[in-house]
């Protein structure tokens, strides 16, 4: 399957269901002409879907760390919360729990997270949780300002 595309691991079947679950890719998984054995190319999927695809591969291979760059910036508003949700999932679940690094300009995406680190010019500048930064009124409280601004 797609899924398990570069993976080295043994997996069986159910190991690539239940990552699929988790990234919330499952049930469009199972309406595609063949499930889990359709062959897909880059016209078949949403942005979205495919997103949620290279979370099941990430939550597949068990890593402790998991780095996204960007995972949300080009996916209209219904992918984005999907994609969110999963992030809140690998969180919490004690089975998919991990550190999981959130690299984002759509400071919506990062708005859950324990702990924000807010770069500038390459330097740390400020890090705390969205509502101690935007407590602080610096950089980070700017920015969700001018992207709030920007939405309305």
């Given at each position: 399957s797609n899924i398990?595309?570069?993976c080295t691991?043994?997996?069986?079947?159910?190991?690539?269901e239940w990552a699929a679950?988790?990234?919330?890719?499952?049930?469009?998984?199972?309406l595609l002409p063949n499930g889990y054995k359709?062959?897909?190319?880059?016209?078949?999927?949403?942005?979205?879907q495919k997103q949620r695809i290279a979370i099941a591969r990430a939550i597949l291979r068990d890593?402790?760390?998991l780095i996204l760059d960007e995972a949300t910036s080009a996916l209209d508003a219904e992918s984005e919360h999907n994609v969110k949700g999963v992030?809140?999932?690998?969180r919490r679940e004690s089975r998919t729990k991990r550190?999981?690094?959130?690299i984002a300009h759509r400071l919506s995406t990062i708005q859950a997270a324990d702990r924000i680190v807010v770069?500038?010019?390459?330097?740390?500048?400020?890090m705390g949780s969205h509502g101690e930064l935007l407590q602080k009124d610096g950089l980070y409280a700017r920015l969700t300002r001018r992207q709030a601004d920007a939405v309305a």
């Open positions: 398990k595309y570069g691991c043994d997996t069986r079947q159910e190991d690539v679950k988790q990234a919330h890719a499952h049930d469009f998984i199972s359709t062959l897909v190319d880059d016209d078949l999927l949403s942005g979205g890593r402790s760390i992030l809140r999932a690998l550190t999981v690094i959130v770069m500038d010019g390459g330097q740390i500048v400020e």
